[in-house]
């Protein structure tokens, strides 16, 4: 099939014809066949690189062109600005969903295409934004994660929501390939695609003792030199290509990349530039060792790097200057970086509870995807590692030749339920709840086996323990959301969350190191592991600083929130970045990630504790600004003007200037020596004004300068 043939605006046709696309792969022309320009529902779950995109800006394309408007849902705030960006340009406008969960962002309903996370489209459908029910045509990319663990019941009732909001509206689903596709493509009343076409030929195989095994054939590697993970490595690099390496955890990452570093010792420019970069960005110990790698070749990439970091090690990747990424599993489903050879060196990974356990297939195929660049790479090669001669036909058996995983539904989870079955009775879906039950018949859990009885129990049981916890009120047949309930949705919270806030800011005085371990206790928070080595700082804080916690508990999560809000204090006691990444074992994109996601828990808590315990009011305002900007409370006055944070009014105040009435008593070139004569000039203007009406610091958004961001 021909691209000219397509029904598509002409300005996109020839952007197509101009990048070399001029006929459609198979896959793409299956789904045409399917009914893709006749607004069919279609499941596309085909390999990784084989056009997924494509075959949806087609379509959202035509759909324009006729008067729709389209969502394009993504699992990752990354992978938002990627599609973005790819679709941005092409004469239609395209706008992306971010800023915070309690917003409707009105404004979105402007643009043609809409990219979004679930999570954050969910917040907009309890937040009614009143434009999502315009949309004609739905797109949701790695629609597999329906089966995640931690995301997929959102992803679920998100699709379901919509759907039930706008019944005509067309579905395109996007997939790797997985075990059970027909039963999600039932679900989706979708045509289902299912190919194993690849545009790069991908060989899977076996590497021991000196030669990659292939089902039928074998390559022999030059004389072994090194260790068999750096053997594969320079094999690739001598006949140009570049490695990406699978390993199991961060430590092991940043290990591969120094012992890859020592081996290829490449030098250019380019890498010198990238290291100073990546110096520059990242300070702390583990920033050195990336810049270190960098400078001769390798890399790591882990979540715990802070974000300008990572993307100098994937523009690095994409240039060809860098030859080998070491990177953590957990990267496989979004790093969009294809190199000729992947090796997947650890196959395992360690889970509490149950040891030592072998990764899904479906993660597995996700990493062994990567392999090869289209158009650059004659063939891509996957290569598992195995360590005895035994285990080579076990690694075929388990992951080569295995099928997929079936993906299975998590909303019979007991805390996904609650959350979702409340968005549903406060954004107007169900006000009953024979309702509650219609609309969870209609999804993907109760399609996929005969769950009724179960169904019915799991959702009585939820509706219970909302109402209970005051969040819901029945009268007679029908059920409404009480005040406290609809705050807790608009503001995305997980009920259990908003109950813990409410409860802990009616028990004892307020302190703020209470109020960051509660948070940090609550399920919506993201925990650090407790290390042997932490032991000694949790017990000196159990002995000395009980009285200022909230809760008190003795479970390992209890423990690992006391280490979790001790980062966030330090964070907010102006303490560096370096230190409390030494001091913790943690990367600064962790600290990035406790401050970001603190940073919505204190906006909600803030929220609740303004309607429902205003006594604590000013402080959790104060606390609030305190985490945002990461200052000392005495920081405050000063934090309050625009284009001021943490550095210049630590600076300012340092010189003895403490607050908006101290800049206007100061003389101006003081002022201008340390700020500057642009941020000095602005900053005055704002503190002439502010004096002037002698008012107390307002909450105005502040212009960015230091903050960290993610
Ligand atoms: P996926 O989303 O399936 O991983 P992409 O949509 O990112 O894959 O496509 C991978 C690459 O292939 C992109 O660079 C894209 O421009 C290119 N591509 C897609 N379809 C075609 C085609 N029909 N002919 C040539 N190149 C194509």
């Given at each position: 099939?021909k691209i000219h043939e397509m029904p598509i605006p002409n300005h996109l046709r020839e952007a197509y014809l101009r990048n070399g696309i001029e006929?459609l792969?198979?896959?793409q022309?299956?789904c045409v066949?399917?009914g893709l320009f006749d607004r069919k529902n279609i499941?596309a779950?085909?390999?990784?690189?084989?056009g997924k995109t494509l075959i949806a800006e087609m379509a959202m394309q035509k759909e324009i062109a006729e008067g729709g408007k389209c969502l394009y849902i993504v699992?990752l705030k990354a992978l938002a600005s990627e599609k973005y960006e790819d679709f941005s340009g092409k004469s239609v406008k395209v706008g992306i969903a971010t800023g915070?969960?309690?917003?409707r962002d009105e404004y979105l309903g402007r643009y043609d295409i809409i990219v979004a996370t679930s999570?954050k489209t969910?917040?907009l459908?309890?937040?009614?934004a009143g434009w999502l029910k315009s949309i004609s045509l739905l797109v949701v990319d790695e629609i597999?994660?329906?089966?995640?663990?931690?995301?997929?019941?959102?992803?679920?009732?998100?699709?379901?929501?919509l759907?039930?909001?706008n019944?005509n509206m067309q579905i395109i689903g996007l997939?790797?390939?997985?075990?059970?596709?027909?039963?999600?493509?039932?679900?989706?009343?979708?045509?289902?695609?299912?190919?194993?076409?690849?545009?790069?030929?991908?060989?899977?195989?076996?590497?021991?003792?000196?030669?990659?095994?292939?089902?039928?054939?074998?390559?022999?590697?030059?004389?072994?030199?090194?260790?068999?993970?750096?053997?594969?490595?320079?094999?690739?690099?001598?006949?140009?290509?570049?490695?990406?390496?699978?390993?199991?955890?961060?430590?092991?990452?940043?290990?591969?990349?120094?012992?890859?570093?020592?081996?290829?010792?490449?030098?250019?420019?380019?890498?010198?530039?990238?290291?100073?970069?990546?110096?520059?960005?990242?300070?702390?110990?583990?920033?050195?060792?990336?810049?270190?790698?960098?400078?001769?070749?390798?890399?790591?990439?882990?979540?715990?790097?802070?974000?300008?970091?990572?993307?100098?090690?994937?523009?690095?990747?994409?240039?060809?200057?860098?030859?080998?990424?070491?990177?953590?599993?957990?990267?496989?489903?979004?790093?969009n970086?294809?190199?000729?050879?992947?090796?997947?060196?650890?196959?395992?990974?360690?889970?509490?509870?149950?040891?030592?356990?072998?990764?899904?297939?479906?993660?597995?195929?996700?990493?062994?995807?990567?392999?090869?660049?289209?158009?650059?790479?004659?063939?891509?090669?996957?290569?598992?590692?195995?360590?005895?001669?035994?285990?080579?036909?076990?690694?075929?058996?388990?992951?080569?030749?295995?099928?997929?995983?079936?993906?299975?539904?998590?909303?019979?989870?007991?805390?996904?339920?609650?959350?979702?079955?409340?968005?549903?009775?406060?954004?107007?879906?169900?006000?009953?709840?024979?309702?509650?039950?219609?609309?969870?018949?209609?999804?993907?859990?109760?399609?996929?086996?005969?769950?009724?009885?179960?169904?019915?129990?799991?959702?009585?049981?939820?509706?219970?323990?909302?109402?209970?916890?005051?969040?819901?009120?029945?009268?007679?047949?029908?059920?409404?959301?009480?005040?406290?309930?609809?705050?807790?949705?608009?503001?995305?919270?997980?009920?259990?969350?908003?109950?813990?806030?409410?409860?802990?800011?009616?028990?004892?005085?307020?302190?703020?190191?209470?109020?960051?371990?509660?948070?940090?206790?609550?399920?919506?928070?993201?925990?650090?592991?407790?290390?042997?080595?932490?032991?000694?700082?949790?017990?000196?804080?159990?002995?000395?600083?009980?009285?200022?916690?909230?809760?008190?508990?003795?479970?390992?999560?209890?423990?690992?929130?006391?280490?979790?809000?001790?980062?966030?204090?330090?964070?907010?006691?102006?303490?560096?970045?370096?230190?409390?990444?030494?001091?913790?074992?943690?990367?600064?994109?962790?600290?990035?990630?406790?401050?970001?996601?603190?940073?919505?828990?204190?906006?909600?808590?803030?929220?609740?504790?303004?309607?429902?315990?205003?006594?604590?009011?000013?402080?959790?305002?104060?606390?609030?600004?305190?985490?945002?900007?990461?200052?000392?409370?005495?920081?405050?006055?000063?934090?309050?003007?625009?284009?001021?944070?943490?550095?210049?009014?630590?600076?300012?105040?340092?010189?003895?200037?403490?607050?908006?009435?101290?800049?206007?008593?100061?003389?101006?070139?003081?002022?201008?020596?340390?700020?500057?004569?642009?941020?000095?000039?602005?900053?005055?203007?704002?503190?002439?004004?502010?004096?002037?009406?002698?008012?107390?610091?307002?909450?105005?958004?502040?212009?960015?300068?230091?903050?960290?961001?993610?």
């Amino acid at each position: 099939m021909k691209i000219h043939e397509m029904p598509i605006p002409n300005h996109l046709r020839e952007a197509y014809l101009r990048n070399g696309i001029e006929e459609l792969y198979p896959p793409q022309a299956e789904c045409v066949t399917a009914g893709l320009f006749d607004r069919k529902n279609i499941l596309a779950a085909i390999p990784t690189a084989s056009g997924k995109t494509l075959i949806a800006e087609m379509a959202m394309q035509k759909e324009i062109a006729e008067g729709g408007k389209c969502l394009y849902i993504v699992p990752l705030k990354a992978l938002a600005s990627e599609k973005y960006e790819d679709f941005s340009g092409k004469s239609v406008k395209v706008g992306i969903a971010t800023g915070d969960p309690d917003q409707r962002d009105e404004y979105l309903g402007r643009y043609d295409i809409i990219v979004a996370t679930s999570e954050k489209t969910d917040s907009l459908i309890r937040n009614k934004a009143g434009w999502l029910k315009s949309i004609s045509l739905l797109v949701v990319d790695e629609i597999h994660l329906i089966g995640d663990d931690s995301r997929g019941g959102t992803l679920e009732m998100v699709i379901a929501q919509l759907r039930f909001q706008n019944p005509n509206m067309q579905i395109i689903g996007l997939s790797a390939t997985m075990g059970n596709p027909e039963s999600l493509a039932k679900w989706l009343d979708a045509a289902l695609i299912t190919s194993e076409w690849r545009p790069v030929d991908l060989r899977e195989g076996v590497y021991y003792n000196g030669a990659i095994h292939f089902h039928g054939t074998e390559r022999l590697l030059e004389t072994p030199k090194k260790d068999d993970d750096l053997n594969l490595l320079l094999d690739t690099v001598n006949e140009g290509g570049q490695c990406l390496v699978f390993v199991s955890s961060r430590r092991s990452a940043e290990a591969y990349a120094k012992r890859a570093a020592v081996t290829l010792k490449k030098t250019s420019d380019a890498l010198d530039e990238l290291a100073k970069r990546i110096a520059k960005a990242d300070t702390t110990a583990s920033g050195k060792n990336l810049a270190l790698a960098v400078k001769s070749g390798a890399a790591f990439h882990h979540a715990g790097l802070p974000r300008e970091a990572r993307s100098a090690v994937e523009e690095g990747f994409r240039n060809g200057d860098i030859l080998c990424i070491s990177s953590t599993p957990t990267l496989a489903a979004g790093l969009n970086l294809p190199a000729r050879r992947v090796i997947i060196r650890d196959y395992q990974r360690y889970e509490r509870g149950t040891g030592m356990n072998p990764i899904p297939v479906l993660e597995y195929r996700q990493m062994a995807g990567r392999a090869g660049r289209p158009r650059l790479d004659p063939y891509g090669e996957a290569v598992l590692i195995a360590k005895e001669q035994r285990d080579v036909d076990r690694l075929f058996e388990e992951f080569i030749d295995a099928p997929a995983e079936d993906i299975t539904s998590q909303c019979q989870k007991e805390n996904e339920l609650r959350s979702h079955l409340l968005a549903l009775i406060t954004s107007g879906f169900a006000q009953t709840a024979d309702e509650v039950r219609g609309f969870m018949e209609k999804s993907f859990y109760a399609s996929q086996k005969s769950v009724h009885r179960r169904l019915d129990k799991n959702i009585e049981k939820t509706l219970a323990y909302l109402e209970k916890s005051g969040m819901i009120e029945k009268e007679g047949d029908g059920i409404h959301g009480t005040l406290f309930g609809a705050l807790t949705s608009r503001l995305y919270l997980d009920p259990e969350s908003a109950m813990m806030i409410k409860d802990g800011l009616a028990a004892k005085n307020f302190t703020a190191f209470g109020m960051l371990h509660l948070l940090c206790m609550t399920p919506d928070m993201f925990r650090f592991y407790l290390k042997a080595s932490d032991e000694k700082f949790v017990d000196k804080i159990l002995k000395e600083r009980s009285d200022e916690l909230l809760l008190e508990d003795i479970s390992e999560e209890f423990f690992a929130a006391i280490k979790t809000a001790l980062v966030a204090e330090e964070w907010i006691s102006e303490i560096s970045e370096d230190s409390i990444c030494e001091r913790f074992g943690v990367g600064a994109g962790d600290i990035h990630a406790v401050v970001e996601n603190l940073r919505w828990l204190m906006h909600a808590a803030g929220r609740i504790c303004h309607e429902f315990a205003s006594c604590c009011d000013s402080e959790m305002q104060d606390l609030e600004l305190r985490v945002n900007h990461g200052v000392k409370e005495e920081l405050l006055p000063l934090i309050s003007l625009k284009g001021i944070g943490r550095v210049r009014a630590r600076r300012l105040f340092d010189r003895g200037i403490t607050n908006p009435e101290g800049l206007m008593a100061a003389e101006e070139h003081e002022v201008v020596s340390i700020l500057g004569a642009t941020i000095a000039q602005k900053v005055l203007e704002q503190a002439g004004r502010r004096s002037a009406k002698k008012s107390r610091p307002d909450r105005e958004e502040e212009e960015r300068e230091d903050v960290p961001t993610e």
